[in-house]
């Protein structure tokens, strides 16, 4: 059964916004610390924000101050609001937990920003 989808995805111009969605099964949703990965051509997976289970943040440095991530228990359901997207970040966007083992990968959202 599929525990991972993403959503929200699109072509923006840089200093745009988007709101991408994760909707995660409730049996990993609950019991793990959530968090949004992304992936450019030729790139290794970089993990670019998480949110605990007591919804506590964390953000690598080449989004903080312009991505925010948060959760909603009752919609099984993680967030990422990314404000002043520049063409870095560029990617397919992906969600999980954070730690190991993973569940399967979901097939992403594409984020394209142009410059």
């Known amino acids: 059964q599929v525990q991972l989808v993403e959503s929200g995805g699109g072509l923006v111009q840089a200093g745009g916004s988007l709101r991408l969605s994760c909707a995660a099964s409730?049996?990993?949703?609950?019991?793990?610390?959530m968090g949004w990965y992304r992936q450019a051509p030729g790139k290794q997976r970089e993990l670019v924000a998480y949110?605990?289970?007591?919804?506590?943040?964390t953000y690598a440095d080449s989004v903080k101050g312009r991505f925010t991530i948060s959760r909603d228990g009752a919609k099984n359901t993680v967030y990422l609001q990314m404000n002043s997207l520049k063409p870095e970040d560029t990617a397919v966007y992906y969600c999980?937990?954070?730690?190991?083992?993973?569940?399967?990968w979901g097939q992403g959202t594409q984020v394209t920003v142009s410059s």
């Open positions: 999980n937990v954070v730690k190991f083992p993973k569940p399967a």
């Open positions: 409730g049996s990993i949703f609950s019991k793990n610390a």
């Open positions: 949110v605990t289970t007591w919804g506590s943040t």
